[in-house]
């Protein structure tokens, strides 16, 4: 039987979802976007590269109240269904470091150029763009869907693919909780992720600017990655991809000498002092970090006045020296809002979804899929493979 489906939301989810449920039917796909055309947020991803997805995406890149939601997607439609798909519509593909994997081309823009083809070619689906759904209802007989502006639609199915809350000025702007939550669906707390981590601000303000190497580290967690010190706390693609797993940790740390161990810089420290004795310990790190950085690491664990000469440290201050190297903590305050995150931690909860269909187990017919559920993945492809996996199982599902 052919379905009217109705996808709100035309991003990535969205996208694939209108593809899957079009193909080989005679449903008829309607894709309602609130921007003035698709894919905006594809457009941004992988800065403006696409990291489309991970060759090693499983179950431990994702967070969530239950991440093991995603092995219905997993077992169904992972990583190599979408690569055949992407590869089905022209996409060809790079695999680089950490198995990200790139178009070939390089072009974020590729990526929705194909979806869009693809689209144009099935006669069977509709976009409406600066369509911005503001409510959906269900009678007997089917969905009805209302816009912000008064417009009034229906449909049989319905797919919630509207993104969460993380960069809005790229559509997502967190509706598609509200039309959840209107059939009963829980959402949890929200917060942004993928994002710089504000700390404490009296050393980091110090450095604003400046670029070092390190081990980070958060709770369990450690990725080793340039840093960047900021007016507002710590930045940098370590920092950023280790937001993800901020949870409720309050400190993070900086390893900056990782290639060295406690013993070995210690041994160091001894052998500069003995190289240079009576240089200030103002310049005493000259030639191993930036100098600034050398002066607030000594400050904050308490060695004043720089103005004293090397051969003045004793054993306890060049332990203390040594152990700030080794794990220099910082005071976590929070992250920076949703107009810097990537993605939304949290969202509509999967218990209340059937993993291997992306359909409400509380009302029939009605799907989601993508950022809008509580499922969020590391940096590195793994959201946008989210993404595509529970959009095409959507689609698929709401076909049938
Ligand atoms: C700057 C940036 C870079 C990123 N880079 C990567 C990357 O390289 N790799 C990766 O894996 N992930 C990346 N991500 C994350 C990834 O883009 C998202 O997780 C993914 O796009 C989510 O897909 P989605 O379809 O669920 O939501 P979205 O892509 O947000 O799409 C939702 C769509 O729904 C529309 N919409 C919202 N509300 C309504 C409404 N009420 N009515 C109608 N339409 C509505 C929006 O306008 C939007 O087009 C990046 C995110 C950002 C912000």
């Known amino acids: ?74 077992n169904k439609f992972w990583v190599n269904e979408t690569l055949e798909f992407f590869s089905d519509l022209g996409i060809e593909v790079n695999v680089e470091e950490d198995g990200k994997v790139y178009p070939y081309s390089n072009q974020a ?117 340039e840093v960047l010190f900021t007016e507002y706390g710590l930045s940098g693609p370590a920092v950023f991809s280790l937001s993800s797993r901020l949870g409720d940790n309050k400190v993070i740390s900086l390893d900056i000498m990782s290639k060295y161990s406690y013993e070995q810089l210690y041994e160091r420290i001894l052998q500069r002092i003995a190289l240079r004795p009576k240089i200030t310990l103002e310049n005493f790190f000259v030639g191993m970090f930036n100098k600034r950085v050398g002066q607030a690491l000594m400050k904050s664990v308490g060695i004043e006045p720089l103005s004293r000469y090397a051969l003045t440290l004793n054993e306890k201050e060049i332990s203390r020296i040594c152990s700030a190297i080794k794990k220099w903590d910082f005071k976590v305050t929070g992250t920076m809002s949703w107009n810097n995150a990537q993605v939304t931690k949290g969202g509509a909860v999967t218990g209340e979804f059937n993993p291997n269909t992306m359909e409400s187990k509380l009302v029939n017919g009605l799907f989601a899929s993508g950022e809008v559920l509580d499922i969020d993945g590391d940096c590195g492809g793994y959201n946008l493979q989210w993404a595509w996996s529970s959009g095409y199982l959507a689609g698929v599902n709401a076909g049938k």
Do not use: W
């Open 109 to 225: 823009s590729a990526v929705l150029d194909v979806l869009r083809f693809k689209i144009d070619e099935l006669d069977n689906i509709k976009i409406i763009n600066s369509f911005e759904v503001k409510s959906v209802s269900k009678t007997k007989e089917c969905f009805n869907i209302v816009s912000y502006d008064g417009r009034k639609e229906k449909a049989d199915k319905i797919i919630v693919a509207t993104g969460g809350k993380a960069a809005p000025n790229l559509g997502s702007k967190g509706v598609g909780y509200e039309i959840l939550k209107s059939f009963g669906h829980k959402i949890t707390s929200l917060s942004p992720s993928l994002v710089q981590i504000k700390t404490e601000t009296d050393v980091v303000k110090k450095l604003k600017g400046i670029k070092l190497d390190a081990e980070v580290t958060l709770g369990d967690n450690s990725e080793f990655g």
């Open 1 to 74: 039987m052919a379905n009217r489906i109705a996808v709100i939301g035309g991003g990535a989810s969205g996208l694939i979802a209108a593809i899957a449920a079009a193909e080989d039917s005679d449903n008829q796909i309607t894709v309602y976007e609130s921007g003035d055309r698709v894919g905006r947020k594809i457009l941004a991803t992988g800065n403006g590269r696409c990291n489309m997805t991970n060759i090693n995406a499983d179950v431990e890149n994702y967070h969530g109240k239950n991440p093991k939601f995603i092995l219905g997607a997993r």
